[in-house]
């Protein structure tokens, strides 16, 4: 899912890129972006779930965060951030934020 944010980096509407399986999706960075020019969104917070539960990012969520900043630098949309949702367990937070963790 992209949430489309304003300049104040309010929300102000989202656009369901991809419905995935129990265990994969087919995410395009060109449905994002599409969505986030047409909205004229100057930010955008990408949000997905892990139905295993475990929010860590996988190799294609980390190679697909990396595109997304590209094609969103080069065309002045703002990348806020990528957040996945999982679970509490043994302490864990129960997402993972890409901003909170340095990677954006």
């Given amino acids: ?3 489309l944010l304003d300049t104040k980096l309010r929300p102000f509407g989202y656009h369901v ?3 995935g399986t129990i265990n994969e999706t087919i995410a395009h960075v060109r449905e994002t972006v599409r969505a986030a020019i047409i909205g004229a969104a100057y930010g955008v917070v990408l949000m997905h779930n892990h139905p295993s539960g475990d929010p860590q990012p ?3 969520d980390r190679r697909m965060t990396a595109t997304m900043r590209e094609a969103s630098n080069l065309l002045q949309i703002n990348l806020i951030d990528h957040v996945i949702y999982g679970t509490a367990e043994d302490g864990r937070l129960p997402y993972f934020s890409f901003r909170d963790a340095g990677l954006l």
């Fill in 58 to 60: 996988s190799g294609a």
């Fill in 17 to 19: 890129v991809s419905v």
């Fill in 1 to 3: 899912m992209a949430i």
